[in-house]
T-cell receptor
Framework: NAGVTQTPKFQVLKTGQSMTLQCAQD?????MYWYRQDPGMGLRLIYY???????DKGEVPNGYNVSRLNKREFSLRLESAAPSQTSVYFC??????????????FGDGTRLSIL | AQSVTQPDIHITVSEGASLELRCNYS??????LFWYVQSPGQGLQLLLK??????LVQGIKGFEAEFKRSQSSFNLRKPSVHWSDAAEYFC????????????FGRGTSLIVHP
């Protein structure tokens, strides 16, 4: 099925390790997003990419970097993982970007634990 | 800055009972409004959306929502809940113009008793 694919689905890291979360969409969408979900906090935006070649900070960008590799792929990197980054990470994409009235499409998430 | 409030963290209903999940937003103009559902271990799935026009919108799985401008609310309803409706529900708001940066509520967890 077409959609948003996230890898890996689960990961356990030690404090200080680095890791890249991968996200790919096959819907030819312009915009892509990374969120983190913590209990009772809803979804908080980490970074987004309105179009290929652009990235912008969201609400909680500290400790993360992103790369919009091409139109399909948007990766999230933790350079030095901290226990506070234990969370579920969701990638989302959007068809027409700015001014759009369409909903986002979400991946199934990456569950990341940092010890 | 816009904000979204889902005042109920948990709601428990019996199977077959009616349901209403509340969502209030704070924004200068009428935004685009969405309800999403998240089943355990899954991503978010769109239930319904409101952009303009008829203030009562129908969604998937028998859900509907009513936009009330005077109350800045977009409450989700279902006349008869099924056990499979147990999930987390999120309300989201997007400015109707400019950058597409959604604001999500903190979610309401629905528990369904048999």
């Amino acid at each position: 099925n077409a959609g948003v694919t996230q890898t890996p689905k689960f990961q356990v890291l030690k404090t200080g390790q680095s890791m890249t979360l991968q996200c790919a969409q096959d819907m030819n969408h312009n915009s892509m997003y990374w969120y983190r979900q913590d209990p009772g906090m809803g979804l908080r935006l980490i970074y987004y990419s309105a179009s290929e070649g652009t990235t912008d900070k969201g609400e909680v960008p500290n400790g993360y970097n992103v790369s919009r590799l091409n139109k399909r792929e948007f990766s999230l990197r933790l350079e030095s993982a901290a226990p506070s980054q234990t969370s579920v990470y969701f990638c989302a994409s959007l068809g027409t970007g700015q001014g759009s009235n369409q909903p986002q499409h979400f991946g199934d998430g990456t569950r990341l634990s940092i010890l | 800055a816009q904000s979204v409030t889902q005042p109920d963290i948990h709601i428990t209903v019996s199977e077959g009972a009616s349901l209403e999940l509340r969502c209030n937003y704070s924004y200068g103009a009428t935004p685009y409004l969405f309800w999403y559902v998240q089943s355990p271990g899954q991503g978010l799935q769109l239930l319904l959306k409101y952009f303009s026009g008829d203030t009562l919108v129908q969604g998937i799985k028998g859900f509907e929502a009513e936009f009330k401008r005077s109350q800045s609310s977009f409450n989700l309803r279902k006349p008869s809940v099924h056990w499979s409706d147990a999930a987390e529900y999120f309300c989201a708001v997007v400015p109707s113009g400019g950058s597409y940066i959604p604001t999500f509520g903190r979610g309401t967890s629905l528990i369904v008793h048999p």
